[in-house]
């Protein structure tokens, strides 16, 4: 099992414009997230799923939009890159129901916004 | 609002004991995470406490009193490797898609 994947690990992107994230789990996992980190900041929830079709907002969602069209796969877009969007992004996955049960997390994206 | 607090950096000696504490102050309370980051890397989970106590796993123990908000991470017999991140994380809500409130993680070195 390959577990979380993202795809790309780097991006630099110049103000305005657009790209997509892609998360991918093989655990068959309910529910999806994604995160950003940021120096003394710790980690904040974006945007998250808890199930095919479905999405919903975190803490800091403005300038982000996800979509979950497959079980498997989350999606993060950037419609018009900002500076401030500057981050390492995590996407992490969990099985549903239990409280207990971890979320475990993508290896990461460094996005670089100039 | 939502307030989890850890101390920012840490420091300690190979072969000794680290305790990293976490409070809480959040609006519910269903679990406590910790979780460890290697720089540059994804975290990892290490442990999960819902009730009142001490969990125990190898090297790592994890404690929480729910009446206090308060839990430790305690790390014996510390190894280089242990120099990483640690994050505290609460889950506030019964299933509400298992979402984590984070610390701003607490920066471990581990000196020889």
């Known amino acids: 099992n390959a577990g979380v994947t993202q795809t790309p690990k780097f991006r630099v992107l110049k103000t305005g414009q657009s790209m997509t994230l892609l998360c991918a789990q093989d655990?068959?996992?309910?529910?999806m997230y994604w995160y950003r980190q940021d120096p003394g900041m710790g980690l904040r929830l974006i945007h998250y799923?808890?199930?095919?079709?479905?999405?919903a907002k975190g803490e800091v969602p403005d300038g982000y939009n996800v979509s979950r069209l497959k079980k498997q796969n989350f999606l993060l877009g950037l419609e018009s890159a900002a500076p401030s969007q500057t981050s390492v992004y995590f996407c992490?996955?969990?099985?549903?129901?239990?409280?207990?049960?971890?979320?475990?997390f993508g290896p990461g994206t460094r996005l670089t916004v100039l | 609002g939502q307030n989890i607090d850890q101390p920012t950096e840490m420091t300690a000696t190979e072969g000794a004991i680290v305790q990293i504490n976490c409070t809480y102050q959040?609006?519910?309370?269903?679990?406590l995470f910790w979780y460890q980051q290697h720089a540059g890397e994804a975290p990892t989970f290490l442990s999960y406490n819902v009730l009142d106590g001490l969990e125990e796993k190898g090297r790592f123990s994890s404690f929480l009193s729910r009446s206090k908000g308060y839990s430790y991470l305690l790390l014996k017999e510390l190894q280089m490797k242990d120099s990483a991140s640690y994050l505290c994380?609460?889950?506030?809500?019964?299933?509400?898609?298992?979402?984590?409130?984070f610390g701003q993680g607490t920066e471990l070195s581990v000196k020889p």
């Open positions: 959040t609006s519910g309370f269903n679990g």
């Open positions: 655990m068959n996992h309910e529910y």
């Open positions: 799923s808890v199930g095919e079709g479905t999405t």
């Open positions: 992490a996955s969990k099985n549903g129901g239990s409280s207990y049960n971890e979320q475990f």
């Open positions: 994380a609460v889950s506030t809500v019964y299933n509400q898609g298992g979402k984590l409130i």
